[in-house]
């Protein structure tokens, strides 16, 4: 069961938006609830409520709250919904790579390029990464993969810095970067992995985490970890 929301105050498009998703739903055998929401206030508080939301079409132009906005507000504390931003301007692509948008799509909006959209959002929510469990300090910890931010080799060891935490673990780095999605995660050097979701920019030696801490970046590395980071982030094809 998909939960797709579109957040739009044109009623028109609102509505011809939700009879193309509807027709790629009953394309591809699936089940979804469609949500509609005419602006980014009401959406933000049905979200609030229930954080269960899979896929949200998102207008950026609106009264009030506007798209951009929500979507930082979203992002605070969920990085797994995957948002699609729908703009009659191309002006605003630059501010959403800061929420992690999926996807750009200009009005009036192409069936063909929707569908493509969702389809790699539907992809993204079956790899999305779950958990590791780790012992660390005679305990055994598990922790989301999506809050895993990087990893260092030391010794026999890891350093695992999380969104929440650091943790010490008796592993080997290549075993790690064997349970972690590369959708999500790149080698960066020998003795580092970082999640591609909180990169901030990358350099041709470092490259810097949203946290600010800069980690090596190995010449031979240097290109695929630059290709992981425009893949991920900019795979608009307006």
Known sequence: MLNIAIVDDEN???????KMVNQWVLNNNKTATIKL?????????????????????????????NGIELAKEIRKTDDKLSLIFVTGLSDYMNLGYDVSALHYLIKPVDETKLFSCLDKACGRIRKEPSFIVVTTEG???????????????????????TLKASYEIKLNISELEKVLD?????RCHRSYIAGIRYISKIGKKELTLENGRNIPVSRSLYHSVNQAFIKFFKEADL
């Not at 993969?145 to 260092?152: D, G, L, P, T, Y």
């Open 12 to 18: 028109v498009q609102a509505l011809l938006l939700s």
């Open 139 to 161: 305990e055994n910890v598990r922790i989301p993969k999506s809050e895993i931010v990087s990893a260092e080799a030391f010794g026999h060891y890891i350093k695992l810095e």
């Open 37 to 65: 929401f005419s602006n980014s206030e009401s959406f933000y508080f049905a979200w609030c409520e229930d954080k269960s939301f899979d896929i949200l079409l998102l207008d950026i132009q609106m009264k009030g709250m």
């Open 182 to 186: 590369k959708d999500y995660f790149i």
